[in-house]
Nanobody
Framework: VQLVESGGDLVQAGGSLRLSCAASGSIFSINAVGWYRQAPGKQRELVATRTPVASTKYGDFVKGRFTISRDNAKKMVYLQMNSLKPEDTAVYYC???????????????WGQGTQVTVSS
């Protein structure tokens, strides 16, 4: 199983970016998906998660600026980020809890991350 993020870039404050995450490999079904981020010298923190029944949770700092979505058929996860601030600068990681077979337990998988830099 592989998660590959894309869409990270350098953007000015107030701008927007859309991150994408493509899941591939032997995947039977996907449970929760999400985005986390890690800035230099800081711990990794939750940005957003979304369950299969569309229940979402966002980090307190999001304040309505970001939206997580998923396309189950395409095995894609997206993060639309608007009104970006310099403090949003970080490496953004895609996360998925998924089953690789019909039986057994699910497991967590992570992407390698994509850099988002917001200039002031």
């Amino acid at each position: 199983v592989q998660l590959v993020e894309s869409g990270g870039d350098l953007v000015q404050a107030g701008g927007s970016l859309r991150l994408s995450c493509a899941a591939s490999g032997s995947i039977f079904s996907i449970n929760a998906v999400g985005w986390y981020r890690q800035a230099p010298g800081k711990q990794r923190e939750l940005v957003a998660t979304r369950t299969p029944v569309a229940s979402t949770k966002y980090g307190d700092f999001v304040k309505g600026r970001f939206t997580i979505s998923r396309d189950n058929a395409k095995k894609m996860v997206y993060l639309q980020m608007n009104s970006l601030k310099p403090e949003d600068t970080a490496v953004y990681y895609c996360y998925a809890n998924l089953y690789t077979t019909r039986w057994g337990s699910s497991a967590d998988y992570w992407g390698q991350g994509t850099q988002v830099t917001v200039s002031s």
